[in-house]
């Protein structure tokens, strides 16, 4: 249970950027994209579709240590998605 004063619509939308911008990772009609899973390279990302055909990492998934330490897979790095998952 949640005691707060803050909207339910804003704790529960994921509308905030790193920025601290409201309206990152809208749908047009004002909801939040729904995560998707891409699997790269024996690897499998979670990523946050963004407006303008790109995504945002959410999660990383991997067997591989190495991969939790390099920039590129770190939450919120840009990814860019497949033509077909756009």
């Avoid at 950027?17 to 979670?46: K, M, W």
Wanted: with cysteine.
């Amino acid at each position: 249970m949640l005691y707060t004063i803050v909207p339910i619509e804003d704790i529960f939308s994921g509308a905030w950027d790193a920025g601290g911008n409201r309206g990152a990772g809208l749908t047009a009609e004002g909801l939040a994209a729904p995560p998707v899973e891409l699997p790269l390279g024996g690897r499998r990302l979670i990523v946050s579709p963004q407006p303008d055909g790109s995504a945002r990492l959410v999660r990383l998934i991997s067997t591989d240590p190495a991969d939790y330490l390099d920039p590129r897979w770190q939450p919120g790095a840009a990814v860019s998605l497949p033509p077909c998952r756009r």
